[in-house]
Nanobody
Framework: QLQLVESGGGLVQPGGSLRLSCAAS????????IGWFRQAPGQEREGVSC????????WYADSVKGRFTNSRDNAQKSVYLQMNSLQPEDTAVYYC???????????????WGQGTQVTVSS
């Protein structure tokens, strides 16, 4: 059974950093594109980033380019989102998601993790 478990969220001051982890089980992580999404209170869920197969295929939302970085460790069955220079507008619940397509592209239906809260505040 596919499972994604996020961790690493928390409270951080503006300008700080956090690294989110997404632990995967029940499927071959090296064959799936993995995306990060976020949802702020009262807002729609939005895409933040994605690492495809192979890992050279990456996408970032304009709002996080240059600040957030994806990485994948297939041996650890985990995907990471390094978030630097965090700002209050980055406050949201962050979700990782595995794209169901066998293409390895960041496109199409996904399976979701449960989310982890990130709060950026002084």
């Amino acid at each position: 059974q596919l499972q994604l478990v996020e961790s690493g969220g928390g409270l951080v001051q503006p300008g700080g950093s956090l690294r989110l982890s997404c632990a995967a089980s029940g499927f071959a992580l090296d064959k799936k594109a993995i995306g990060w999404f976020r949802q702020a209170p009262g807002q729609e869920r939005e895409g933040v980033s994605c690492v495809g197969v192979p890992d050279v295929h990456q996408w970032y939302a304009d709002s996080v380019k240059g600040r957030f970085t994806n990485s994948r460790d297939n041996a650890q069955k985990s995907v990471y989102l390094q978030m630097n220079s965090l700002q209050p507008e980055d406050t949201a619940v962050y979700y990782c998601a595995a794209y169901r397509s066998a293409s390895g592209y960041c496109d199409g239906p996904v399976d979701w993790g449960q989310g982890t809260q990130v709060t950026v505040s002084s």
